[in-house]
């Protein structure tokens, strides 16, 4: 097991009606006056942008609304954001949405009080020292933003989509997570947000790091949970409980904990990175779904040991021979992700083959000579995944 | 599931040489000056007292030190503590140790500020609305209260053993986890801890709440890991990977996670809580190592499917009928208890038949006319449950 450092000061509210108190928490934290940042109308005509407003004015916090904020968001809303919370004189920001509300609402919160570009901590130029504090009500149980540390933004000059990862600057102070209004996600985005969830645990799981038994049970446990409960909240979208799972799951297949003491890998996510920057309309969960298949085909093919033990402890293989259980996992998986309704290929996307170069040289670019840890890959590596994908 | 609120805000700086950083961590949460609470002399002679030391002075903290903490530490100690940390002004009160000596650092960080008696937290007269900053460096795996919001305290007069709850005020700052420090640990110290941290997981996991699947699954992992860890540590104490795990399986065990969503069942801990406060020189996971298994047989009868889930989920029982995969389960459990070396009745504990009764009434005094949510019990259950661990 490696050392590490492990901090998740979110509180989570988590429940019936859990949105409510986001006035309460706001005026704990702080936050006299918020920067309320959403994405599509949806959170208007639910009517939960306004049960937050309500909740906020009744605590006495003013509101300052930012809306629009698009899936795989872009510096300009951030932009647009550090500049209206500025004028405003905002005290903190509350995302209501999934991954690109909250992901921008993070950058923001670092931005306002930076006296320089909010990209140089993208670029990697400089750390977030301090940032506004962030609450969040989510929406979407998918990306994990409501308890990481986390926040990926597009750079629309040269489609850049980059993660930027801090031990505690961008850590959510409350998040409000409330399984009833996640009742109306259409099924695709339900399912593209099991993937991703699924697949932030993989990105941890599959680590050259040995001796972690701890943190590799309680990712299978959650594996488990989710490919458990998945195909309840596709068949009943209002069972609570199940809802309820997979949102929870969701928040800890991100929060940190299952990557604990161990080296992560992140290139099926860094892949599907390129993808998406390609193609915006991709939903990162249906790319993954496409991707990870594909990265554990070639992985496995060299190491197949991990693939084997998750195949074994999770998708019920029984067969003795590592290289054939890595298979028979993979097929389930895939099996798995295609009762979701989830794409197999990137040809399904609308990823043309020809695409294939320029994702792999600017996953190069992004991400250095070699990216992964679980086995590490060159260009002709990542090459032959994206044909393996299509 | 059940709705909840979840802050678990410690910062874990986990690994190789861990203590040397708690100068920099005391500094980084405003304590310029330490009251440093300890047990035995064992971390005097270890050195590791010296090198806590060291850390602090060389941050410019200053230390005053507080030893002689007793196992099942009592009020006694706490007073003391209060007094002194009040009279030197010290900011933050630093346990080194296991359960007895973070608990009563909370205890006493909780104390000085408060203008009143620090029992009135433990008897349930007021809550603890502030406390000094508390860190840890942590000698025992056991407890967990290196990353809970609780403290054991027991009161002599009266011989009574209580738990306080806190949501965040008695969570520590930061807790320095270095496995290394518990190498040396007695063989039945490092038996006793292990039993601890599992029951700390079954106290959550015995839960009436219906659908918490994550959590439950989440609790299997950690008991699965815990069950392969601890025979490698029993036949080599300086297996570093090893201890790592059980370490941090410790931790993960009682600061909440496993609990999440649902109502807890405690009936073991308050019932070995009983048996201690008698008889204080029986280790708390030697008494509970007798106690849940005794729990468990009892239950079982009126309530078999969770006992059954564990046997089929950890225990590799492959039963169809729920009674007999439970029965089966509770006896591998007690080998596997047994194979740490720890005991299996009262009776080895010199517990004597003739005390059943004032238990059980000292017990129902505490916690009321019923104890336990899998299965509540009244004085009649938990005398028979005596009697069966006899």
Request: charged content about 20%; glycine content about 10%.
């Amino acid at each position: 097991m490696n050392d590490f450092t492990y901090i998740t000061p979110t509180r989570y509210v988590f429940g019936h009606d859990a949105e409510s108190k986001v006035g309460a928490l706001a005026i704990a934290n702080g936050i006299r006056h918020a920067l309320v940042v959403y994405g599509k109308g949806s959170v208007v005509r639910s009517g939960l942008l306004g049960r937050v407003k309500d909740s906020l004015e009744k605590s006495g916090v003013k509101v300052t609304e930012l809306g629009g904020v698009q899936p795989n968001p872009t510096d300009e809303k951030v932009y647009e954001g550090i500049a209206l919370g500025r004028k405003m004189l905002v005290e903190g920001v509350i995302a209501v949405g999934g991954g690109s509300a909250i992901d921008t609402a993070k950058a923001i919160a670092a931005g306002i009080p930076y006296n320089g570009d909010f990209w140089d901590f993208y670029a990697g130029k400089t750390l977030v020292e301090k940032a506004l504090p962030i609450g969040v009500v989510l929406t979407i149980p998918a990306a994990g933003s409501e308890g990481s540390g986390n926040s990926v933004i597009t750079h629309r000059n040269g489609m850049k989509k980059i993660s930027l990862r801090t031990d505690m600057a961008l850590r959510p102070k409350f998040s409000c997570l409330n399984p009833e209004l996640t009742f109306t996600l259409p099924p695709y985005q339900t399912a593209c947000g099991i993937c991703d969830m699924m697949i932030h645990i993989f990105e941890r799981y599959f680590s050259p790091t040995p001796a972690v038994e701890v943190t590799d049970r309680v990712a299978e446990g959650l594996i488990m949970a989710i490919m458990t409960e998945a195909p309840k909240v596709m068949k009943s979208p209002c069972d609570y409980d199940a809802r309820a799972n997979i949102m929870w799951s969701g928040t800890l297949a991100h929060n940190g904990l299952c990557g604990t003491g161990r080296a992560e890998d992140w290139t099926s996510h860094f892949m599907e990175h390129e993808v998406s920057a390609l193609y915006p309309e991709v939903a990162h969960g249906a790319g993954l779904a496409v991707m990870v298949p594909a990265w554990m085909t070639y992985v496995a093919q060299r190491k197949p040991g991990k693939v084997a033990q998750l195949a074994r402890r999770v998708m019920g293989v029984t067969c003795d021979d590592d290289m054939e259980a890595a298979k028979e996992g993979i097929k389930r998986l895939r099996e798995f992700f295609c009762s979701l309704g989830l794409p197999s290929t990137l040809t399904e996307l609308g990823v043309k083959e020809s695409d294939i170069p320029v994702m792999v040289e600017k996953l190069h670019i992004n991400k250095g000579p070699q990216v992964g840890a679980y086995v590490p890959l060159t260009s002709a590596d990542t090459a032959e995944i994206y044909r393996i994908a299509m």
